[in-house]
Nanobody, 119 residues
Framework: QVQLVESGGGLVQTGGSLRLSCADS????????MGWYRQAPGKEREFVAA????????YYADSVKGRFLVSRDNTKNMVYLQLNSLKPEDTAIYYC????????????WGQGTQVTVSS
């Protein structure tokens, strides 16, 4: 099992930016497609962005397309999510997990990192 730790969240004003990081504290990430997902209070978890294991293909939810950028550095066992032009509706806990537009499984979710966007 891959153990992941998310970081980089915080409080930002509308229009601001944050860079989220996903670190593998155990095994390498290089063999996995990686997805970012988020969950706001009272709402279901939703897909945000995904990146193929090689980094050559990415996919975004329509709600974040053009604003967020996902990247990875397999030599550092790191996956990133650059959040730009943030909106209050982006407020959520953000998680990384192996998967594409859906995670490969629903077990072993990390603590995530909180992103709060003030209006």
């Amino acid at each position: 099992q891959v153990q992941l730790v998310e970081s980089g969240g915080g409080l930002v004003q509308t229009g601001g930016s944050l860079r989220l990081s996903c670190a593998d504290s155990g095994r390498t990430l290089s063999r996995y497609d990686m997805g970012w997902y988020r969950q706001a209070p009272g709402k279901e978890r939703e897909f945000v962005a995904a990146i193929a294991w090689s980094g050559g293909v990415t996919y975004y939810a329509d709600s974040v397309k053009g604003r967020f950028l996902v990247s990875r550095d397999n030599t550092k066992n790191m996956v990133y999510l650059q959040l730009n032009s943030l909106k209050p509706e982006d407020t959520a806990i953000y998680y990384c997990k192996p998967g594409w537009d859906t995670p490969y499984d629903n077990e072993n979710w990390g603590q995530g990192t909180q992103v709060t966007v003030s209006s």
